[in-house]
């Protein structure tokens, strides 16, 4: 086995900067405080290389480093930034495994061995390439590329990239240069230990014979023996992803406004469709978790109508969501939940109508929800109501190649003077008399009009549009039904009449209190 | 010199010159023979078309036909519905697949809007844009940049509103006069249907005279259930 071991060095740097990547480029530190009393006055923890060349240092108060570097921007590292820099950096891994074992928050480890196929080129090209996605996360990431996870970590402690030979001698020669103090990382007593016998690295421990050195610094002394020689059996126990993916953030100052707060929620929306990209995934579903101050939570779903990848979709629909229902109070943290899904794909057939792309129209359909309303696009469907203006919107789909009947060759029966096109699968909308079939133009609701009565019915009727004589009546028909459910029980009496504007309305009389509604006109 | 040999009648009945082949692959049938007739085979491919009629003219039972017609023929069709007045039982009864059909119900302001981002999605066939009682009130470039995205995406765009406002950019333009309803009148009178006259307009691919009788067509609607 392969593995692969993805870290980022300076994670809360890191996770600053994908907050505010504006200020990639220049000297950044991030000031942390710590948590015991003696300890509250918040230092500098990470800095960036321009930093470090301006002369901050690690330790130092944000006055100190102000003094230090006049451009410096002092950052404080949130417990959402971290998070989601640590969520970005699993989805760098299932970007090329089905499941990872996520190490540290700043550490991932894959099986890389089936790459191979996908990259004929070697491990080089799987290295660059994971930090290539990784880069379009917003992450710079070390990879290393071994035969067991504790000689994968090691490498990336010294290396940028390291490939480490799967065969014990070469595997020991590839680390031999390592300084003690990463071999030691975490345990100083030990790594003063081997200072004191006079080991300056990895290759200096892997001479002694690990048996011993456990006889005098103990289990992690031989740990650190057999890793030097390349040896490790650390278990390797990957998962599969999460079932959403989070991004988080919080702000620095409430933000009761929809127009700033849109910024703030592109930023997030962009960075989760970025992780579902490179999982080749769209987005199925959004949840804006809003945390409100001065206390509050305020969680939102926002409907899609389709998955879609699309930042400015998503963003408009969570935008037409908060105008619709605006926040209680304003907002000083914000957690975004993207259901990921796999957008649908279809295989062509040479034959038959292509229809539109899975992906293109999914986003279509999500463009049109944020403009209409997700409520008015779908495909039409027949509610189990008698009630003749109801209606109800299931998602569409559109026919799949293999449920497409063949269209018939348009010239066929011309010749002959049998009827041309129309005929064959597209004919059910003819009837027997080979007249096409009126529709209802509705009006939804029902328009209630004035009803002017004679004794054989409608005379006269007067809408907000429409102000017209009846020239003839056709009915009563009678419907009512409904009656089992409490206050829902309809009982009308319709009516086709002919006006004097020419047109053929549909109305009808409520009997339940008398009233008369326009319920379209036959068109 | 031999005369040429007689072709069998049954091959021959099938037979139809390049020229008729090639003016048919560009029309797809509106679903009624009557319009397909006077159409020329039925609305043209990949171009702007309208349909202008006024209320109960049967403008709507002709765009749910061709819906029907495109839906059945495996094509994808949409319904950008002003006003949300389609009916799903009477568009089923006409023959449409009601979960094949993209149904767009919107304002008339955005109407437009949404048609044209169905069609900049590509792969649709028929894209009907219903504006009921609304007058059209795009701007020229509007209808532009229809006609180009119809010609670009290969859609047919089929304009149903009261007046005519796409001027040369429809390839095709059917007016309905008022529609006549008819009643049977055996005691109580019971509406049967109506008759209206469809007249062709000139598009922008009409050329050449044509005589008024192949302009004009009488078709008849059904309200039978």
Same mark, same amino acid.
């Given at each position: 086995?392969?593995?692969?071991?993805?870290?980022?060095?300076?994670?809360?740097?890191?996770?600053?900067?994908?907050?505010?990547?504006?200020?990639?480029?220049?000297?950044?530190?991030?000031?942390?405080?710590?948590?015991?009393?003696?300890?509250?006055?918040?230092?500098?923890?990470?800095?960036?290389?321009?930093?470090?060349?301006?002369?901050?240092?690690?330790?130092?108060?944000?006055?100190?480093?102000?003094?230090?570097?006049?451009?410096?921007?002092?950052?404080?590292?949130?417990?959402?930034?971290?998070?989601?820099?640590?969520?970005?950096?699993?989805?760098?891994?299932?970007?090329?495994?089905?499941?990872?074992?996520?190490?540290?928050?700043?550490?991932?480890?894959?099986?890389?061995?089936?790459?191979?196929?996908?990259?004929?080129?070697?491990?080089?090209?799987?290295?660059?390439?994971?930090?290539?996605?990784?880069?379009?996360?917003?992450?710079?990431?070390?990879?290393?590329?071994?035969?067991?996870?504790?000689?994968?970590?090691?490498?990336?402690?010294?290396?940028?990239?390291?490939?480490?030979?799967?065969?014990?001698?070469?595997?020991?020669?590839?680390?031999?240069?390592?300084?003690?103090?990463?071999?030691?990382?975490?345990?100083?007593?030990?790594?003063?230990?081997?200072?004191?016998?006079?080991?300056?690295?990895?290759?200096?421990?892997?001479?002694?014979?690990?048996?011993?050195?456990?006889?005098?610094?103990?289990?992690?002394?031989?740990?650190?023996?057999?890793?030097?020689?390349?040896?490790?059996?650390?278990?390797?126990?990957?998962?599969?992803?999460?079932?959403?993916?989070?991004?988080?953030?919080?702000?620095?100052?409430?933000?009761?406004?929809?127009?700033?707060?849109?910024?703030?929620?592109?930023?997030?929306?962009?960075?989760?469709?970025?992780?579902?990209?490179?999982?080749?995934?769209?987005?199925?579903?959004?949840?804006?978790?809003?945390?409100?101050?001065?206390?509050?939570?305020?969680?939102?779903?926002?409907?899609?109508?389709?998955?879609?990848?699309?930042?400015?979709?998503?963003?408009?629909?969570?935008?037409?969501?908060?105008?619709?229902?605006?926040?209680?109070?304003?907002?000083?943290?914000?957690?975004?939940?993207?259901?990921?899904?796999?957008?649908?794909?279809?295989?062509?057939?040479?034959?038959?109508?292509?229809?539109?792309?899975?992906?293109?129209?999914?986003?279509?359909?999500?463009?049109?929800?944020?403009?209409?309303?997700?409520?008015?696009?779908?495909?039409?469907?027949?509610?189990?109501?008698?009630?003749?203006?109801?209606?109800?919107?299931?998602?569409?789909?559109?026919?799949?190649?293999?449920?497409?009947?063949?269209?018939?060759?348009?010239?066929?029966?011309?010749?002959?003077?049998?009827?041309?096109?129309?005929?064959?699968?597209?004919?059910?909308?003819?009837?027997?008399?080979?007249?096409?079939?009126?529709?209802?133009?509705?009006?939804?609701?029902?328009?209630?009009?004035?009803?002017?009565?004679?004794?054989?019915?409608?005379?006269?009727?007067?809408?907000?549009?429409?102000?017209?004589?009846?020239?003839?009546?056709?009915?009563?028909?009678?419907?009512?039904?409904?009656?089992?459910?409490?206050?829902?029980?309809?009982?009308?009496?319709?009516?086709?009449?002919?006006?004097?504007?020419?047109?053929?309305?549909?109305?009808?009389?409520?009997?339940?209190?008398?009233?008369?509604?326009?319920?379209?006109?036959?068109? | 010199?031999?005369?040429?040999?007689?072709?069998?009648?049954?091959?021959?009945?099938?037979?139809?010159?390049?020229?008729?082949?090639?003016?048919?692959?560009?029309?797809?049938?509106?679903?009624?023979?009557?319009?397909?007739?006077?159409?020329?085979?039925?609305?043209?491919?990949?171009?702007?078309?309208?349909?202008?009629?006024?209320?109960?003219?049967?403008?709507?039972?002709? &765009?749910?036909?061709?819906?029907?017609? /495109?839906?059945? #023929?495996?094509? @994808? $069709?949409? %319904? +950008?519905?002003?006003? =949300? *007045?389609?009916?799903?039982?009477?568009?089923?009864?006409?023959?449409?697949?009601?979960?094949? &059909?993209?149904?767009?119900?919107?304002? /008339?302001?955005? #109407?437009?809007? @949404? $048609?044209? %981002? +169905?069609?900049?999605? =590509? *792969?649709?066939?028929?894209?009907?844009?219903?504006?009921?009682?609304?007058?059209?009130?795009?701007?020229?470039?509007?209808?532009?940049?229809?006609?180009?995205?119809?010609?670009?995406?290969?859609?047919?765009?089929?304009?149903?509103?009261?007046?005519?406002?796409?001027?040369?950019?429809?390839?095709?333009?059917?007016?309905?006069?008022?529609?006549?309803?008819?009643?049977?009148?055996?005691?109580?009178?019971?509406?049967?249907?109506?008759?209206?006259?469809?007249?062709?307009?000139?598009?922008?691919?009409?050329?050449?005279?044509?005589?008024?009788?192949?302009?004009?067509?009488?078709?008849?609607?059904?309200?039978?259930?």
């Amino acid at each position: 086995m392969r593995i692969a071991c993805v870290f980022v060095p300076q994670l809360a740097l890191q996770a600053v900067l994908r907050r505010t990547p504006e200020a990639r480029g220049g000297p950044v530190a991030v000031l942390e405080a710590g948590t015991n009393k003696a300890k509250r006055v918040a230092r500098v923890t990470e800095i960036s290389p321009e930093a470090r060349r301006a002369g901050v240092r690690a330790g130092m108060t944000g006055a100190q480093a102000a003094a230090v570097s006049a451009g410096l921007r002092l950052l404080t590292v949130t417990a959402a930034d971290r998070e989601a820099a640590s969520a970005a950096l699993a989805d760098v891994g299932y970007a090329f495994a089905a499941a990872i074992e996520r190490g540290d928050a700043d550490r991932i480890f894959f099986d890389s061995e089936d790459l191979a196929r996908l990259y004929p080129a070697g491990e080089t090209a799987i290295a660059q390439a994971v930090q290539a996605v990784a880069a379009r996360v917003g992450l710079g990431v070390r990879v290393a590329i071994a035969a067991s996870k504790g000689v994968a970590r090691l490498a990336t402690r010294a290396h940028e990239l390291a490939l480490i030979p799967t065969a014990a001698g070469p595997a020991r020669a590839a680390l031999a240069s390592i300084p003690v103090e990463l071999l030691a990382e975490g345990e100083p007593d030990l790594a003063a230990a081997f200072r004191r016998w006079g080991l300056r690295a990895a290759g200096d421990v892997a001479a002694l014979p690990v048996d011993a050195i456990g006889l005098r610094l103990g289990p992690a002394g031989a740990r650190a023996g057999r890793l030097a020689r390349g040896i490790d059996d650390e278990p390797f126990v990957p998962r599969l992803p999460d079932d959403a993916l989070e991004e988080a953030i919080e702000l620095d100052y409430p933000v009761a406004e929809l127009e700033p707060f849109s910024f703030v929620l592109r930023g997030l929306i962009d960075r989760a469709l970025t992780r579902l990209r490179e999982r080749s995934l769209a987005c199925a579903g959004l949840t804006v978790r809003l945390e409100l101050d001065p206390r509050g939570v305020d969680v939102r779903a926002v409907p899609i109508a389709a998955p879609t990848g699309d930042a400015a979709t998503l963003l408009q629909l969570a935008r037409l969501d908060l105008a619709r229902r605006p926040p209680a109070a304003p907002i000083v943290g914000v957690r975004l939940l993207a259901l990921p899904a796999r957008v649908r794909a279809t295989q062509l057939d040479i034959l038959r109508p292509a229809g539109p792309a899975p992906d293109r129209l999914a986003a279509t359909i999500a463009r049109l929800a944020a403009l209409v309303g997700p409520d008015n696009v779908g495909a039409p469907t027949v509610e189990d109501t008698w009630r003749e203006e109801a209606v109800a919107v299931r998602t569409y789909e559109p026919a799949r190649p293999d449920e497409r009947s063949a269209p018939l060759p348009a010239w066929r029966g011309e010749a002959d003077g049998r009827r041309p096109a129309g005929e064959g699968n597209g004919a059910a909308n003819e009837t027997g008399a080979g007249e096409p079939r009126l529709a209802i133009r509705r009006r939804r609701p029902p328009e209630e009009i004035e009803m002017l009565l004679n004794r054989q019915g409608p005379a006269a009727f007067r809408g907000r549009e429409t102000t017209a004589r009846v020239l003839i009546a056709a009915g009563p028909y009678r419907l009512s039904g409904e009656w089992w459910r409490e206050g829902e029980h309809f009982s009308r009496e319709y009516w086709d009449v002919h006006a004097s504007d020419g047109a053929v309305y549909r109305v009808h009389q409520n009997k339940r209190d008398g009233r008369w509604y326009l319920d379209g006109y036959y068109d | 010199m031999s005369s040429r040999p007689a072709l069998d009648p049954a091959l021959l009945s099938h037979l139809i010159s390049a020229q008729r082949l090639e003016d048919r692959r560009g029309r797809r049938g509106s679903g009624i023979a009557t319009l397909d007739r006077l159409l020329g085979g039925g609305w043209p491919r990949a171009s702007l078309c309208e349909l202008i009629g006024r209320r109960s003219s049967g403008r709507t039972a002709i &765009l749910y036909a061709a819906l029907a017609r /495109a839906i059945a #023929a495996g094509e @994808a $069709a949409a %319904l +950008v519905d002003v006003g =949300g *007045g389609l009916d799903p039982r009477r568009a089923f009864a006409a023959g449409i697949a009601l979960r094949r &059909l993209l149904w767009v119900r919107c304002a /008339a302001d955005v #109407a437009a809007k @949404a $048609a044209d %981002l +169905v069609l900049g999605a =590509g *792969g649709f066939d028929l894209i009907a844009l219903d504006l009921g009682d609304e007058r059209p009130r795009l701007p020229a470039a509007g209808w532009i940049r229809f006609k180009h995205g119809a010609e670009k995406q290969g859609t047919t765009v089929l304009v149903a509103a009261p007046a005519r406002a796409a001027g040369s950019c429809a390839a095709a333009v059917v007016q309905l006069g008022p529609g006549a309803p008819r009643f049977v009148a055996d005691g109580a009178p019971l509406f049967d249907g109506l008759q209206a006259e469809a007249t062709k307009g000139r598009g922008a691919h009409e050329h050449g005279p044509e005589s008024e009788e192949a302009r004009c067509a009488s078709l008849a609607f059904s309200c039978r259930s």
